[in-house]
């Protein structure tokens, strides 16, 4: 009964088992899957950690006290300790000092903001050494919801070496170019004086090379023998010379110098070329390196310049040798000119023997009739002397001046400082000037014969003249006068006339002025003395304070060879011809010249000329600003001539100027009218005046809280470099040379007011320039090693490709032995001349049917010279010192049927550069956007190469990296193209889809050629 009763019931229990295994096995099958899981995650955390761990920059995870909660291995390698080690370690332990305070700002500002926070520091290894470290810090949260900071951190101690490095070439380079140019300027041997001007150079090169010693020496003919004509040793400070090398106890070094020219030895002792000089010379004296250059003249080895280097040995840059052969091309420049000196003289005293004897013979054979024909053809010869003594002066004085007015136009052309454009700018005007008194010199028979032609142009007087008036402003200063200038506001601005002859006269009487004023002031005053229908009649008063004129030579000073005072002429170094041909020049002009002085009191010189009026004069190129109209201006200065200019001046403007006679003054009436509401809100002030300068009232303005705001432009009559640096400290709106032109003072109240802003813009000749033609192939035939270097550095810079020959032989071979495009010929070489060797390449073109242009080049400035060079065959004629618009736009004429597009391409792709924007982004800086420039063309070129190669090996990371910094890198010249590219080549990195980034890679490159071509066309032509 009771087996029965159970049966049922296991047959109900069976389902409820079932049930139970299948839901046994589902939990088996659930618990297999987690376990997998589980396997997953964990081999996913160990590859998190991997890469955390292995990750090319560190990783450090910071708490808000400060304290390291994680680091990374690559962490702990950058600051040599082990990752376990940093944890719970203060963070600020491992900033170096001098940087621990930018840290805590970066840090409370990150806490403070949430905003992530990037900078460069320096941090501490382990083993106590300092790198420099680029860190980028963001906040966020942690597990427990607590605010940490977590830092990325890459070392750039190789990247802010590189940096210092580039700062230090740029540092040098600017050196050694102020170095040149202060050579190349000096007044000594201007003067004559040879040793003056070496004892100069020696010590300026050891300065500039910071090296133990710099010596010049001579090689005497025979080239046995160097002469020490120079030498400066830098430790002792002195001067010495007179030392002797002979080749016969360093025949080595002799030989090394005589075939190589120059001599680098890092480890001199030991070099073959001169440890000859060890045991007597280098060791006593602890010499350690040597850079010799050779001084070469005409193509022969006259000398050396020495550098000798004391202490650990000295490696030598490209930059220095560079500059040991400039200075060695100077000094050969300078010999040269010293030795055509020594020809002038020894010309000069024959000529004056001649003229002697010409007198001799001409009174004797005035007492005989029969004698009369004789005589007259003897004054012709005597003439035709003359006119070649004219010529071969020319020749002479105009080779160094081309080197003056070329060089400098060289320099012009390179990234300068206002300051630094200014001084070579008047520079190369007062080089015109000295070529136009040359020019008139050699035409002054033309003017006794009548025969001078007056060229008229329209000009702009007040510009022009103020730009004359400021080519004195320095020498002026140096004899401590005060130089004014002031054109009435009734005279026309725009006339015309043949300014370079009223320049003439100008530059004549001011620069006598000046030449016999010890004391005071000289000024230029213009004034309207009648209007015409179309015509002006103008008056010229030039005043000084000088010695005054004599009663009874004011009739004769304009006469031919006439002076005031011999004894004075003999100081001043007068010749007596000036004043004769201004007078004359003036009657040219029609008009008349006067003197009215008195002695001890000054002289007052007058003349009065008539000039055209335009019909149409052009519009000005600055416009005064309503804004000005009724503003109360502030004028300070000592002088009371410069005080009634300026109140003139800024009265035509409609300012309301008043005047101070002196700080104490000026301070006074600030503070009077700043307690009366009524502020000035400018002042113009004379840097130098007695007892408070310029600068000291501007200290007392900036002290005065209720002044301090006030506007200041200081004027000077002395243009010195710390005083530059003092405007920008006492926060100076405006530093103006005197005399000011009117233009300059209206464009810097202007700016100083925020009506206008400073021009940026890229010069002009940077777009005329890109017409030029390029890629001819030239033999310049030239025996002045100025000369060459002038031509083949204008010729490169235009793409042509230069050979060089020093004579006419080497002309007529050379053209023989391979084609040119074309052939500047210099008409004075010796061995063969100009005019020769273009006869026989001419006799040798008409049997093969070909023709070379020839453009002539030559120092002869008289009639005829132009003539002869057409006959002898030459194409052109280019007169010297050379100028390079000239000389290209002689070259476009002649080869004008070459094709330019590498030109134009250059100059299309400048528009591909926004250099406004450039500018502004280095707040208006040509120096600092030089620098921005030069690292662009070394950092592009490489990061397309990295692009290139990282997509060939699709590197997604290195392709990130190297688009993004070409993004920005070109995002600073507003090449919009090129940065869109790099862009987008960046966010397909970063989504992994290299294939469509490589897709993008040949337009970029597209983009950067002509991006190139702009950045190489700034370093030649960059914004003034």
């Known amino acids: 009964m009771s087996g029965g009763e159970n049966r049922p019931r296991l047959e109900d229990a069976r389902p409820m088992l079932l049930e139970l ?128 900071c977590r830092i990325v951190m890459s070392d750039i101690t190789q990247r802010k070496a590189a940096e210092a490095e580039l700062r230090a070439s740029q540092q040098r380079a600017t050196a050694q170019r102020q170095a040149i140019v202060q050579l190349m300027l000096d007044e000594q041997i201007v003067q004559g004086s ?33 002469h020490c004509l120079a030498l400066y040793d830098a430790e002792k400070q002195s001067h010495s010379s007179g030392g002797v090398l002979m080749s016969r106890e360093l025949p080595c070094y002799f030989s090394a110098i005589l075939t190589e020219s120059r001599i680098t030895a890092d480890d001199a002792q030991i070099d073959p070329r001169t440890r000859e000089l060890t045991d007597a010379y280098m060791i006593p004296l602890g010499i350690t390196s040597m850079l010799d250059a050779g001084i070469i003249v005409s ?23 560079s500059f040991a052969g400039t200075i060695a091309a100077l000094v050969a420049q300078w010999l040269v000119a010293a030795e055509r000196r020594r020809a002038e003289e020894a010309l000069k005293k024959a000529h004056d023997d001649l003229e002697l004897r010409v007198q001799e013979r001409t009174a004797e054979l005035t007492q005989a009739n029969a004698e009369l024909e004789s005589a007259k053809h003897t004054a012709e010869s005597a003439n035709q002397a003359k006119s070649t003594f004219l010529a071969n002066m020319s020749h002479e004085i105009r080779t160094p001046l081309n080197a003056v007015i070329g060089m400098t136009e060289l320099v012009l052309r390179s990234s300068l400082t206002a300051q630094q454009r200014g001084y070579l700018m008047t520079v190369k005007d007062s080089g015109e000037v000295l070529l136009s008194v040359i020019n008139d010199i050699l035409d002054f028979s033309k003017i006794e014969a009548g025969k001078l032609v007056l060229d008229c142009q329209p000009f702009d007087l007040r510009e022009s003249l103020g730009d004359t008036m400021k080519s004195f402003a320095l020498r002026a200063h140096q004899r401590g006068l005060e130089l004014t200038f002031f054109i009435h506001p009734d ?58 004129v004599p009663q009874d030579k004011q009739s004769t000073i304009f006469e031919m060879f ?8 003999r100081r001043h170094m007068g010749s007596g011809l000036g004043l004769a041909i201004a007078s004359r020049l003036v009657a040219l002009m029609d008009g008349q010249v006067w003197v009215e002085s008195e002695v001890g009191q000054g002289s007052r010189f007058h003349f009065i000329v008539r000039l055209e009026v335009p019909e149409k004069p052009p519009a000005p190129r600055e416009r005064e600003s309503a804004r000005l109209h009724g503003m109360r201006v502030l004028v300070v200065d000592d002088n009371a001539s410069n005080r009634k200019i300026l109140q003139d001046t800024l009265l035509t403007w409609q300012m309301v100027p008043t005047l101070a006679s002196g700080a104490d003054q000026a301070l006074q009436e600030l503070q009077q009218a700043n307690q009366q509401g009524q502020p000035y809100r400018l002042v113009i002030s004379d840097a130098h005046m007695p007892q408070v300068d310029g600068f000291g009232l501007v200290q007392q303005i900036r002290s005065d809280p209720a002044i301090r705001e006030t506007l200041v432009l200081i004027l000077t009559s002395g243009d010195r470099p710390e005083d530059v640096a003092l405007c920008n400290q006492l926060g100076i709106s405006g530093y103006l040379l005197k005399p000011v032109k009117p233009s300059e003072l209206l464009e810097a109240i202007q700016i100083a007011l925020g009506v206008t802003q400073p021009n940026l813009e890229v010069p002009e000749d940077t777009a005329s320039s890109a017409d030029r033609l390029t890629g001819l192939r030239v033999l310049l035939a030239e025996d002045s090693l100025v ?58 073109e008409r049997q093969t049917g070909e023709h070379c242009p ?7 400035a008289l009639k005829g010279d132009r003539e002869r060079c057409l006959r002898a065959g030459m194409d052109a004629y280019v007169a010297k010192p050379i100028r390079a618009e000239e000389l290209f736009d002689a070259i476009d004429a002649l080869c004008g049927d070459r ?39 070394m950092e592009i070129p490489q990061l397309i190469e990295t692009l290139r190669t990282a997509l060939q090996a699709q590197d997604v990371d290195r392709t990130h990296r190297a688009a993004h910094t070409l993004k920005s890198t070109v995002q600073l010249f507003g090449a919009d193209r090129a940065h869109q590219l790099a862009q987008q080549i960046e966010s397909l990195a970063r989504s992994g889809d290299l294939s469509q980034a490589a897709k993008h890679f040949d337009d970029l490159q597209d983009q950067v050629k002509p991006l190139m071509e702009a950045l190489a066309q700034f370093q030649q032509n960059p914004p003034r």
């Open 491 to 548: 005279v026309p601005r725009y006339v015309t006339g043949d300014y370079h002859r009223l320049r003439q006269v100008v530059v004549n009487m001011v620069g006598n002025a000046i030449k016999f004023t010890d004391q005071g002031e000289v000024g230029l005053d213009v004034s309207m003395q009648s209007r015409l229908a179309n015509a002006v009649v103008l008056h010229f008063q030039i005043r000084d304070t000088g010695m005054g």
């Open 854 to 860: 020839i453009i002539a080049m030559t120092a002869h």
């Open 899 to 937: 094709p330019v597009e590498p030109a134009a391409r250059s100059a299309a792709s400048q528009d591909l550069v926004d250099w406004q924007h450039a500018l502004e982004l280095v707040q208006g800086s040509p120096d600092v956007l030089a620098s921005i420039v030069q690292a662009a063309q």
């Open 562 to 569: 006439e002076q005031a005072d011999s004894a004075t002429t």
């Open 194 to 226: 040879m040793e003056l001007a070496l004892r100069t150079l020696v010590k300026i090169v050891a300065e500039t090379l910071d090296v133990a010693r710099t010596s010049v020496w001579q090689l005497t003919h025979d080239q046995s023998e160097l």
């Open 299 to 321: 193509g022969r080895l006259v000398g050396v310049v020495c550098n000798e280097h004391i202490g650990p040995q000295r490696k030598w840059r490209a930059d220095e040798e």
């Open 787 to 844: 000369n060459q270097q002038l031509a083949i550095a204008l010729l490169q810079e235009h793409g042509h490709t230069v050979t060089v020959v020093n004579n006419g032989n080497q002309a007529v071979t050379a053209s023989e032995r391979q084609p040119f495009d074309l052939i500047l010929m210099d008409v004075q070489m010796p061995e063969m001349d100009g005019l020769e060797a273009t006869t026989r390449i001419r006799d040798r």
């Open 21 to 148: 295994r299948s839901q046994q096995k589902e939990l088996e099958r659930r618990n297999e899957k987690l376990r997998q899981a589980h396997v997953e995650l964990e081999i996913s955390r160990a590859r998190y950690f991997d890469l955390y761990d292995l990750a090319p920059v560190g990783y450090v995870t910071v708490a808000e006290n400060e304290r390291i909660l994680e680091a990374n291995l690559t962490a702990g390698k950058l600051l040599n300790r082990a990752p376990e080690t940093l944890v719970s370690q203060p963070i600020s332990r491992f900033f170096a000092n001098q940087d621990l305070e930018q840290y805590q700002q970066h840090r409370q500002a990150l806490f403070a903001t949430g905003k992530p926070q990037a900078c460069e520091l320096r941090m501490i290894r382990g083993d106590g050494s300092i790198f420099w470290a680029s860190l980028d810090a963001t906040a966020a949260r942690d597990e427990r919801g607590e605010t940490v």
